[in-house]
């Protein structure tokens, strides 16, 4: 078979696999020994690939950001703190109509500032914003919609799991892919801010909506107590990145014992929270780093197939521009964006289109910013939307259907669709920061 036969097939196997209900990290795992042991005839060598990527991933120190930056992540939200940043961004937009909508957006973006988990955020805001939302005369399809599109915000905007997923794999500094990531999170934050402008304008029987004249305004103390602990946290984290001050895994340090600290002045943290988080910390991070694993692994397996030379001799041979390129990547992404979550899309086409886009002399930062971005849309389409179901899960309305959350979601897949485009066509947006 030649190299190519080769990538396709292990693409489909691990898509199959995992839609039989294979563990996506034994997936990765299986096709690429067998792919090394059928292509060389030799289970030794096979055996050895597994152990090289075994022990190559267990001993990378930079891994220690997982399990802090989760365990940071857990802490502020059991703190309290998304109520917070929504009470005071609701004051903010309170005579704005779609204020509340809005202020979604805004605290949403903080809020995935200091935690990087779109589930979390979807959890959070579900139990905040929809409710008030509805009683307020927004239409539910509209209020699930906000909450889901402005939960991916969570992948993009650092600390983010899927930019430290994609930082190893790419063998990337995982702080120059924070640094990238926080232009285009502000912008997807403002794209989303004037969709919702549009829509009360243009669509208003999808909106619905009143301004909510109930608010009352803060005091300037209110709001500095509400918000200057998440602000703490975000220039411990962002701050001490940008100025070289703290590596990334100091920031995660650093910014664990903050929130961990201020969890317990708030009086929001038990022993028994305490222990649970640790335990969801445990949970998550051994997750993470087995898909890690597994995908170096995968890599391995397809640098010895050659897969990734033959892509770029394919392509050039074919004299394919630079725009055909991210065209296919995109549309691939969102067709594997219907089928996995954005950590298998991640981990499976990297390997792939990494080598050929370095080749094209593109920023590996930059295609970790495109990959992200356009793996998270998936985020919002069915029939796997994951913040969707995690939106539906959490809500207490069973008239509320899983068809209205995907299409009041819509919109807002649009809309990254159209940010994607926007980072694609202009680089500088992720680099210049990072660079």
């Given at each position: 078979?030649?190299?190519?036969?080769i990538?396709?097939?292990?693409?489909?196997?691990?898509v199959?696999?995992?839609?039989?209900?294979?563990?996506i990290?034994?997936?990765?795992?299986?096709?690429?020994?067998?792919?090394?042991?059928?292509?060389?005839?030799?289970?030794?060598?096979?055996?050895?690939?597994?152990k090289v990527?075994?022990?190559?991933?267990?001993?990378?120190?930079?891994?220690?950001?997982?399990p802090?930056?989760?365990?940071?992540?857990?802490?502020?939200a059991k703190?309290?703190?998304?109520q917070?940043?929504?009470?005071?961004?609701?004051?903010r937009?309170r005579?704005?109509?779609?204020?509340i909508?809005m202020?979604?957006?805004?605290?949403?973006?903080?809020f995935?500032?200091?935690?990087?988990?779109?589930i979390?955020s979807?959890?959070?805001?579900?139990?905040?914003?929809?409710?008030?939302?509805?009683?307020?005369?927004?239409?539910?399809?509209?209020?699930?919609?906000?909450v889901?599109?402005?939960?991916?915000?969570?992948?993009?905007?650092?600390?983010?799991?899927?930019?430290?997923?994609?930082s190893?794999?790419?063998?990337?500094s995982?702080?120059?892919?924070?640094?990238?990531?926080?232009?285009?999170?502000?912008?997807l934050?403002?794209a989303?801010?004037?969709?919702?402008?549009?829509?009360?304008?243009?669509?208003?029987?999808?909106?619905?909506?009143?301004v909510?004249d109930?608010c009352k305004?803060?005091?300037?103390?209110?709001?500095?107590?509400?918000?200057?602990?998440?602000?703490g946290?975000?220039?411990v984290?962002?701050?001490?990145?940008?100025?070289?001050?703290l590596?990334?895994?100091?920031?995660?340090?650093?910014?664990?014992?903050?929130?961990?600290g201020?969890?317990?002045?708030?009086?929001?943290?038990?022993l028994?929270?305490?222990?649970d988080a640790?335990?969801?910390?445990?949970?998550?991070?051994a997750?993470?780093?087995?898909?890690?694993?597994?995908?170096?692994?995968y890599?391995?397996?397809?640098?010895?197939?050659?897969v990734?030379?033959?892509i770029?001799?394919?392509?050039?041979?074919?004299?394919?521009?630079?725009?055909m390129?991210m065209?296919?990547?995109v549309?691939?992404?969102?067709?594997?964006?219907t089928l996995?979550?954005?950590?298998?899309?991640?981990?499976?086409?990297?390997?792939?289109f990494?080598?050929?886009?370095?080749?094209?002399?593109?920023?590996?930062?930059?295609?970790?910013?495109?990959?992200?971005?356009?793996?998270?849309?998936?985020?919002?389409?069915?029939?796997?939307?994951?913040?969707?179901?995690?939106?539906?899960?959490t809500?207490?309305?069973?008239?509320?259907?899983?068809?209205?959350?995907?299409l009041?979601?819509?919109?807002?897949?649009?809309?990254?669709?159209?940010?994607?485009i926007?980072?694609?066509?202009?680089?500088?947006?992720?680099l210049?920061?990072?660079t």
């Open positions: 078979m030649t190299p190519i036969e990538g396709l097939i292990s693409v489909v196997a691990i199959i696999l995992i839609y039989a209900g294979t563990y990290p034994i997936a990765l795992g299986m096709v690429s020994f067998v792919s090394v042991w059928v292509m060389r005839d030799d289970f030794t060598l096979a055996l050895n690939v597994l990527g075994v022990g190559d991933t267990a001993m990378d120190y930079n891994l220690v950001t997982i802090l930056f989760t365990f940071m992540g857990l802490i502020v703190a309290g703190l998304g917070d940043i929504y009470d005071v961004m609701t004051v937009f005579n704005v109509k779609g204020g909508a202020a979604t957006v805004g605290a949403n973006g903080m995935a500032s200091v935690t990087g988990s779109s979390a979807a959890s959070v805001f579900t139990k905040v914003s929809v409710p008030q939302m509805i009683a307020h005369n927004y239409t539910p399809r509209f209020a699930v919609g906000v889901a599109g402005s939960s991916v915000l969570g992948m993009i905007i650092p600390p983010s799991a899927m930019l430290i997923i994609y190893f794999v790419a063998e990337q995982v702080g120059d892919m924070f640094l990238a990531g926080i232009i285009p999170g502000v912008l934050v403002a989303y801010i004037g969709a919702i402008s549009l829509m009360i304008r243009y669509t208003p029987r999808f909106v619905g909506g009143q909510d109930t305004s803060m005091s300037g103390r209110e709001i500095a107590a509400k918000t200057l602990p998440t602000l946290l975000i220039t984290v962002l701050g001490g990145l940008y100025t070289g001050w590596s990334a895994i100091e920031t995660g340090a650093a910014g664990g014992l903050m929130a961990l201020l969890a317990v002045l708030r009086r929001s943290m038990s028994r929270v305490f222990w640790l335990l969801e910390t445990g949970h998550i991070s997750a993470i780093l087995f898909l890690i694993t597994a995908a170096s692994i890599s391995r397996m397809l640098g010895l197939a050659g990734p030379n033959q770029g001799d394919l392509l050039a041979g074919y004299q394919t521009s630079f725009v390129v065209v296919f990547y549309l691939l992404m969102l067709f594997l964006g996995l979550d954005t950590a298998s899309i991640i981990l499976i086409v990297v390997p792939l990494l080598p050929l886009v370095e080749a094209m002399g593109m920023s590996p930062i930059w295609f970790g910013i495109i990959t992200v971005v356009g793996a998270e849309i998936g985020l919002l389409t069915p029939p796997l939307g994951i913040s969707c179901f995690v939106i539906k899960s809500l207490d309305d069973d008239s509320i259907s899983l068809k209205d959350v995907f009041g979601a819509a919109p807002f897949a649009v809309v990254m669709l159209i940010v994607l926007i980072l694609i066509s202009f680089p500088f947006l992720s210049a920061i990072s």
